[in-house]
């Protein structure tokens, strides 16, 4: 048996979270029902939401997985806070908006959802893993990515968010900066010698974790993988065995 999979509460002790990034609910269904709640949680994103909506979130949730629902809003703040108190209703474990979107936008993300008694982590989104110095220029900003990201981060918690996705790259700068409680979500992450796609700053799940990521956002490299319950497995052993040794 996995030792990452917590045989009583269900909760799972793995810090990896599968990007379901499916065109169809009934394609994402089929390979969530290959997965155990308590080997890792799942995201669902703007290809799968779009499709499928609440109702592929609900069945999720049902199935026992904490789902983070990634559609990181960003809007005036009357509309985020109203998206956000949506997403609580649907029962999710974690919720995002993008720390662009400033202060006062995610302060009231996070005042719509404080008064539910199992609310969602809000998590603030820094820079795009995909985009780097020359992506960022482009868009006027001038400073280096870690920089940008620092700032964002903190802004964010700041404005009360719980955490942020960056970079694992970054992760080590914001644990430094931002604390122990605050939370560090990293996509980007891509195995040893394994084609990064369209991301760009990138990092394998032990470097993420040893960085001090709490939660490691993995797609393609599960999902596209021949065998994605071994990959699964071995990411998972992998990182236990970093808390053992
Ligand atoms: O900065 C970000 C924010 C979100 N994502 C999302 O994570 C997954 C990564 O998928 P891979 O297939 O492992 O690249 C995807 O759903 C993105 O929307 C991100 O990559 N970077």
Request: aromatic share 4%; charged share 20%.
């Amino acid at each position: 048996m996995n030792p990452l999979i917590g045989a009583s509460s269900g909760v799972p002790t793995s810090p990896v979270i599968v990007a379901l990034d499916f065109e169809r609910a009934d394609a994402a269904l089929a390979f969530a029902a290959r997965l155990d709640p308590a080997q890792c949680r799942v995201k669902v994103g703007k290809e799968l939401f779009t499709a499928s909506g609440r109702s592929l979130v609900e069945a999720l949730v049902a199935r026992g997985f904490q789902v983070f629902l990634d559609l990181k809003f960003h809007d005036i703040p009357n509309t985020v806070a109203h998206a956000c108190k949506m997403a609580a209703e649907l029962g999710v474990w974690m919720v995002d908006v993008h720390a662009s979107g400033g202060r006062r936008m995610m302060a009231a993300a996070a005042e719509a959802i404080a008064p539910y008694s199992q609310r969602p982590l809000l998590i603030g989104v820094t820079v795009l893993t995909s985009m780097e110095a020359a992506d960022l220029a482009e868009i006027g900003v001038t400073v280096p990515p870690d920089e940008q990201v620092l700032r964002l981060a903190t802004l964010a918690r700041d404005s009360g968010l719980d955490g942020v996705v960056s970079s694992a790259q970054e992760a080590t700068r914001l644990r430094a900066a931002l604390g122990e409680g605050f939370k560090l979500v990293t996509p980007g992450i891509r195995l040893a010698d394994a084609a990064a796609d369209d991301q760009r700053r990138v990092m394998t799940p032990s470097a993420a974790v040893k960085a001090g990521a709490d939660y490691l956002v993995i797609g393609r490299p599960i999902t596209r993988a021949a065998d994605p319950l071994a990959v699964l497995t071995a990411i998972n052993a992998e990182l236990s065995a970093l808390k053992v040794g």
